[in-house]
Each structure stands twice: as C-alpha cells, then as structure tokens.
T-cell receptor, first 114, second 116 residues
Framework: EAGVAQSPRYKIIEKRQSVAFWCNPISGHATLYWYQQILGQGPKLLIQFQNNGVVDDSQLPKDRFSAERLKGVDSTLKIQPAKLEDSAVYLC????????????FGPGTRLTVL | GDSVTQMEGPVTLSEEAFLTINCTYTATGYPSLFWYVQYPGEGLQLLLKATKADDKGSNKGFEATYRKETTSFHLEKGSVQVSDSAVYFCALSQNAGGTSYGKLTFGQGTILTVHP
C-alpha cells in the first residue's frame, strides 16, 4: 500500500514570497491533516479535512495560510506572503474515519524562509 | 485546552540499558494516547497506542500504560539498541463525540541516542 506522498521535500524562499505544498493521502482515507513542526517542537495541527470539508482550522493563520481539498483526495497548503517564522517542516497525515485516530504521516516538506 | 508534556531531553544511553521517557497530559474526558517515533530522515510513525485507562500499548519491545489517576503514559523499553536512536513524541487525541475529534496534540519530543 502506498503511503502519504508530499512534494516538494525541500523549499527555500525569501520572505514575502508565496509557496505551495501538495499532499496525496493514502487511498480511501477520508480524513486529511496538515501539521506544522517547528524545529525542536512537536507538530501542531493547522487544518483538518473530512473528505472535502473543513473540520478544524482554528489554528490556521488565515491571513496568510490557505488550504483546499477540492475533490476529497489530494490537498494543497499555501502560504502567501511567507514570514521568517514560517520556517518549519509541514507534515501531511491521513486516516480512515473512526480508526481510533491512528494517523499515517508523509515525509514532510522542509520550508526555509530567508 | 489539551496539552502533553514530555521529559526534558535529549536522552543518551548505552546499548542494552533500560529506557524510560516520561509523558503526562492534561485533557478533558477520556482521550486516546499515542507514542510516535521519527527515525533520522524518515516521517513520523505510530509506535504504540492505548485507547482507555489501564490499557497497555506495546510494540517492538516498547511499552506504555495509560494511567488516568496520574494522567501519564510513560514509554519504557527494557534493553535499547542503537537502532532505537530517534525522536519520540507522546500525543493524545480526543475520542468521537468531541469537537476536536481526530486532531493529535503532541508533546515537544525527546531525542534518544543509543551508543554501542
């Protein structure tokens, strides 16, 4: 079974530029999550989708971050404009609904904002 | 809100030593508890889980028991190997019926280094 795919793996941009990350979850997984992991910290949830609807985006900085999952499969997370403090690893995870919350994580995208 | 606190790290051990990584949590209700592991250059992987009080999760020689009275979920292994070197994250998730169902709340992570 293929795992969660993410691209790109690494991205370096200058502040005030925009960037987009892509995630393809495990086939059949209804729930998709985006987490932000700052160096030395645990991952923090940014947004959770159930199919193509948003379940929780309470910690998403909506003035600069946006995410979509138009067909209930893959998802895109965008930052516009980026700030220095956005430097982090962005993790995508997926799970089947009702699976005791076991989530399967992708390899992440490491973003560096200069 | 919910939170998870892990012991300060990093932890450095010799091969075959006993490992304990402490984890305590603050949450309403009866969350599920998890340990995730991140090996160098790899993504987060579920190591073990427990979904109700007094449950013991186990995998690859690691164990953790869900202690509601002390709100703890300490990770233990009797004899560590060099290959166990990784970052370990304790996490919780609220169960069905809550508004935050599914979301994982992580601790800050503990770096474990095992020397031969």
């Amino acid at each position: 079974e293929a795992g969660v795919a993410q691209s790109p793996r690494y991205k370096i941009i200058e502040k005030r530029q925009s960037v987009a990350f892509w995630c393809n979850p495990i086939s059949g997984h209804a729930t998709l999550y985006w987490y932000q992991q700052i160096l030395g910290q645990g991952p923090k949830l940014l947004i959770q989708f159930q199919n193509n609807g948003v379940v929780d985006d309470s910690q998403l900085p909506k003035d600069r971050f946006s995410a979509e999952r138009l067909k209930g499969v893959d998802s895109t997370l965008k930052i516009q404009p980026a700030k220095l403090e956005d430097s982090a690893v962005y993790l995508c995870a997926s799970s089947p609904w009702g699976s005791d919350n076991e989530q399967f994580f992708g390899p992440g995208t490491r973003l560096t904002v200069l | 809100g919910d939170s998870v606190t892990q012991m300060e790290g990093p932890v450095t051990l010799s091969e075959e030593a006993f490992l304990t990584i402490n984890c305590t949590y603050t949450a309403t209700g009866y969350p599920s508890l998890f340990w995730y592991v991140q090996y160098p250059g790899e993504g987060l992987q579920l190591l073990l889980k427990a979904t109700k009080a007094d449950d013991k999760g186990s995998n690859k020689g690691f164990e953790a028991t869900y202690r509601k009275e002390t709100t703890s979920f300490h990770l233990e292994k009797g004899s560590v190997q060099v290959s166990d070197s990784a970052v370990y994250f304790c996490a919780l998730s609220q169960n069905a019926g809550g508004t935050s169902y599914g979301k994982l709340t992580f601790g800050q992570g503990t770096i474990l280094t095992v020397h031969p």
